[in-house]
C-alpha cells in the first residue's frame, strides 16, 4: 500500500517561504510512474488541490497559487516536494500529499500557518 509521509510546515509570517516535503513509501520503482500532487485544508473547510506534477514533470496550479508555489519532483528519492513564496495569512491549512489526479488514502498531513 502506498503511503505518505509529508513534513516542512510550521509557522511562517507573511510573505515568508516554507519547503514541504512528502516521502512516498510502498511505490518502488513505480513511483515515477505516478502523477502526484499537493492538496491543503484550510481549518473547517473542505480539502483542495494546489499543485499536481505529472510523471513527465509538467505542472499545474489552482489559481490560489499560481506564481507564488513550485511543486517539483526526485523519482530517485521517491519524494515530492512545495516550494511556498509569498506566504499569505489565507494559505494556513494542513497540507497533504497524494496521487494526482486520483488520490488514495490520505496521509497525516503537515500545518502551514502564515501569522504575523
Known amino acids: 500500500q502506498v503511503q505518505f509521509v509529508e513534513s516542512g510546515g510550521g509557522l511562517v509570517q507573511p510573505g515568508g517561504s516554507l519547503r514541504l516535503s512528502c516521502a512516498v513509501s510502498?511505490?518502488?520503482?513505480?513511483?515515477?510512474?505516478?502523477?502526484m500532487g499537493w492538496y491543503r485544508q484550510p481549518a473547517g473547510l473542505q480539502r483542495e488541490w494546489v499543485a499536481s506534477?505529472?510523471?513527465?514533470?509538467?505542472?499545474r496550479y489552482s489559481d490560489s497559487v499560481k506564481g507564488r508555489f513550485t511543486i517539483s519532483r526526485d523519482d530517485d528519492k521517491n519524494t515530492v516536494y512545495l516550494q511556498m513564496d509569498s506566504l499569505k495569512p489565507e494559505d494556513t491549512a494542513i497540507y497533504f500529499c497524494?496521487?494526482?489526479?486520483?488520490?488514495?488514502?490520505w496521509g497525516q498531513g503537515t500545518q502551514v500557518t502564515v501569522s504575523s
Open positions: 497524494n496521487q494526482s489526479p486520483y488520490p488514495s488514502s
Open positions: 510502498g511505490s518502488g520503482s513505480l513511483f515515477r510512474s505516478i502523477g
Open positions: 506534477i505529472t510523471t513527465n514533470s509538467k505542472t
